[in-house]
């Protein structure tokens, strides 16, 4: 995957995130906080360990091959959405840890 990938995978994330709000201001009269975006998320991170198990026959629940695809996907764009509604660079972020770790890894 490119940079211009991934600048395109941020551009749409931020565009379905701007919806969200747009939905959020027309059901509770105010968007989201950060802290409520980080619990939607920890709870879709939850369930793609559930899903996890449910594919590794661990768990007991029919369907969950594509619920898995589908949060894991969903997990990936709440971190971008995190990482921006924060000022922090998702591309700086990625890949300060990859180097990281690949250097304590040597």
Partial sequence: M?????????RRSMEIRKKYRELELLHHGSEWTVEEDALA????????GRNVMSQQQRW???GSEAELKHKLGENIWWLIVLAERSGIDIREA?????TKTEDALK
Avoid: H, M, N, R
Wanted: glycine fraction near 4%; aromatic fraction near 12%.
């Fill in 2 to 10: 490119s940079i211009a990938d991934f600048d395109e995978i941020i």
């Fill in 41 to 48: 998320y920890l709870t879709d991170a939850g369930l793609v």
């Fill in 60 to 62: 007991p629940k029919a």
């Fill in 94 to 98: 990625v890949d300060q840890f990859l």
